[in-house]
């Protein structure tokens, strides 16, 4: 009972009920002295005649339930004038503020749930920006430091070491490409649906990726071996998907030693669904526990020392989430990540 009437709807069939059930107990209560009156004065005694009778009765009664109605209605939704001021103050200088629900019809709280819904995404949304941004300002300005240095060096010696400031503008080049790079991701991520791209043949993308990185191995005295199928078909994007496994390839031939092993293939998930997996290892050291998952955040290295500007794990994790997958670190030794994304069931266009 309590359930219905926290409903609008509820609350206004209550409201009707009640002023019938008044209405026919006011009927059967004035009946006695209606007979009385009729017997007193020896014949029907009636105000108004027929049928202005049922006119006035009809009147009376729409009457009361326009105004049942309206207070019943305004009793009910009093309450969002006070969920409308908790909206006005949402903004970026209070973004965690929400609209409660505890007090709203049921009619109108899946709405306000829906707003804080997209409040919630939103501020999730504007808050990585804002990290980006400070993340962005914070890493460029050493690259920029250092190039500024160099040219402050170079007009007091009065000579350009132009090895060296290619090497700083090449440097901040590809940063700010891997910043722009990054930042794309995270938006196909957040507007496309993965169901709508087409099926392309991942085990291709992947012998594509190696063949790229094969010379540079080969100069640094590496090994790369390669063990894929024919075909994995997969939804998603071959330009995306190119880059996860180029930087996979480019993680382990910097950061690690040893042979380099790319190995693909299918595994049963959870409820039987078909996944197709992508695992790159080594012969190093691999990534210090301690670090988790946050080894995938932007700007965050597995040594301080090490070369690069930790974007390209981040860059790893936002195309496999974009492509309904997720990416991770398998403990122990030899060091290997792994991605899982899930199978097409469609035959392979591209």
């Known amino acids: 009972m309590s359930r219905s009437l926290g409903s609008l709807r509820g609350r206004l069939v209550a409201g009707m009920l ?3 059930s008044l209405g026919l107990g006011g009927a059967f209560a004035l009946d006695p002295l209606d007979r009385q009156a009729q017997a007193i004065a020896g014949r029907d005694v009636f105000l108004f005649q027929d049928p202005y009778q049922d006119v ?37 200088g209070n973004p965690g503020a929400r609209i409660s629900t505890k007090r709203l019809p049921e009619e109108v709280r899946p709405l306000v749930g829906a707003i804080n819904g997209a409040l919630d995404r939103l501020t999730e949304a504007y808050q990585a920006e804002q990290r980006f941004v ?25 000579t350009l070491d132009w090895g060296t400031i290619d090497h700083d503008v090449e440097q901040l080049n590809k940063l700010v490409g891997q910043l722009l790079d990054l930042a794309r991701k995270e938006h196909a991520r957040q507007t496309k649906v993965a169901s709508a791209r087409p099926v ?3 085990s291709r993308l992947a012998r594509e990726a190696a063949a790229a990185v094969f010379p540079l191995a080969d100069q640094a005295g590496r090994s790369l071996d390669v063990d894929l199928p024919d075909n994995l078909a997969v939804r998603g994007s071959s330009e995306d998907l190119y880059d996860m496994i180029r930087n996979l390839l480019d993680n382990a031939l910097i950061h690690g030693r040893g042979e380099i092993r790319l190995v693909a293939g299918v595994e049963i998930g959870v409820g039987n669904e078909r996944l197709a997996y992508i695992s790159v290892s080594d012969e190093g050291a691999g990534v210090p526990e301690a670090l988790g ?6 700007f965050r290295k597995g040594s301080p020392d090490s070369i690069g500007h930790g974007l390209g794990l981040a860059i790893v994790r936002e195309i496999a989430r974009g492509h309904d997958g997720n990416v991770a670190f398998e403990s122990g030794k030899p060091c290997q990540i792994r991605v899982v994304l899930p199978m097409a069931n469609e035959a392979i266009q591209a």
């Open 134 to 158: 400070a993340d962005a300002a914070h890493e460029l300005r050493t690259p920029l430091a250092v190039l500024s240095l160099h040219l402050q060096r170079a007009k007091l010696g009065g």
């Open 18 to 20: 009640l002023m019938f």
């Open 56 to 92: 006035l009765i009809l009147l009376v009664y729409s009457a009361g339930a326009i105004l049942l109605i309206w207070l019943v209605s305004g009793w009910s939704l009093r309450h969002l004038a006070s969920a409308s001021r908790e909206a006005a103050v949402v903004g970026p």
């Open 200 to 202: 392309i043949n991942l």
């Open 293 to 298: 998952d946050t080894v995938f955040d932007r």
